[in-house]
């Protein structure tokens, strides 16, 4: 595996692999690596001929009181799994590299991270954009992969690449749950034994909101409140639950593609989850971690 750490040295190599007739996948991760993001690595591998993976913490998405310093970094780890993952080129790009000065010029990200968690997150969406774009403009590839686990992000992310015609593919993935239903996040570390337990409010929650619908339910406000039952659970402070579509709107009637996005507090750690009703919980992958 190829250890990149420049802006320059990584367009050189892309450029250079695509000159060969290589078709170049990107994921791009903030690094404590699991198994939700080596599945985006299998997946660009299966769609592309080499593939990226960038590990860059980036301070411009997170807000003045949120994680960034203490944000889980264990690069020893993260390169040992890329590389029997078989990622061809890890990118490790310095603070200094990616903002050598304070970027001036950012992205709007327009009405879509009005909502949700751009409503708890102020400023968190137009930090994501930006540094995504500027990775794109490093990597150059021709598909990069997100997880659905964060739909907003993604949504957001897929709706750049076309406003503002960067000329790649956004390839979505199913999100990576445990065995019991929590979704894989780098954030699930902060979590103790009695924490973890009560974090599982939020698949639950999704599951009980696909089960009433599968029952003939259609109505976005007894969805809702069908999964606030749930996710009211000790332990755990609800932030949202709702019933979207692709652009984040609230829906009138429930149907399969209308996605429930959740949203909480346990102890300090923001988590998040979602599922297409279409698709249900089980449409996931489980992994056993
Ligand atoms: P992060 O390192 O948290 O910024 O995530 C990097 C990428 O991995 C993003 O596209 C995430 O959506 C994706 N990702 C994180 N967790 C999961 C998961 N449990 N399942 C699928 N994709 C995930």
């Excluded at 595996?1 to 060969?20: F, G, I, N, Q």
């Excluded at 909101?209 to 755990?236: C, F, I, T, Y």
């Amino acid at each position: 595996m190829l250890d990149l750490a420049t802006p320059k040295d990584m367009r050189a190599w892309s450029r250079a692999e695509r000159a060969r007739g290589q078709r170049l996948g990107f994921v791009p991760t903030m690094g404590a690596l699991h198994e939700g993001h080596l599945r985006l690595v299998d997946r660009a591998k299966e769609r592309t001929d080499r593939v990226v993976l960038s590990v860059f913490v980036n301070p411009l998405q997170f807000g003045p009181k949120e994680d960034f310093t203490k944000y889980p970094r264990d690069l020893a780890r993260d390169r040992t799994l890329a590389a029997e993952r078989g990622v061809d080129c890890l990118f490790v790009p310095a603070l200094e590299a990616v903002y050598p000065q304070e970027p001036l010029v950012r992205i709007a990200p327009g009405p879509m991270a009005d909502t949700l968690e751009g409503a708890a997150r102020p400023g968190h969406f137009a930090g994501v954009l930006t540094v995504v774009s500027k990775l794109f403009h490093m990597v150059e590839p021709d598909v990069a992969l997100f997880g659905r686990k964060d739909f907003q992000q993604v949504m957001l992310v897929r709706r750049m690449v076309t406003d503002l015609d960067f000329g790649l593919e956004i390839d979505i993935a199913p999100t990576v749950r445990e065995l019991d239903g929590l979704a894989l996040s780098s954030r699930n570390g902060y979590l103790d034994a009695d924490q973890r337990r009560a974090a599982l409010a939020l698949s639950r929650a999704l599951r009980a909101v696909e089960q009433a619908w599968r029952s003939g339910e259609a109505d976005p406000k007894a969805l809702q409140r069908r999964g606030m039952e749930v996710l009211n659970a000790p332990g755990v402070r609800p932030g949202y639950l709702e019933l979207v579509d692709e652009q984040l709107r609230p829906v009138a009637r429930a149907d399969a593609r209308t996605v429930v996005v959740i949203a909480a507090h346990v102890g300090a750690t923001r988590l998040i989850d979602n599922v297409v009703l279409g698709e249900g919980v089980a449409g996931d992958i489980a992994v056993r971690t």
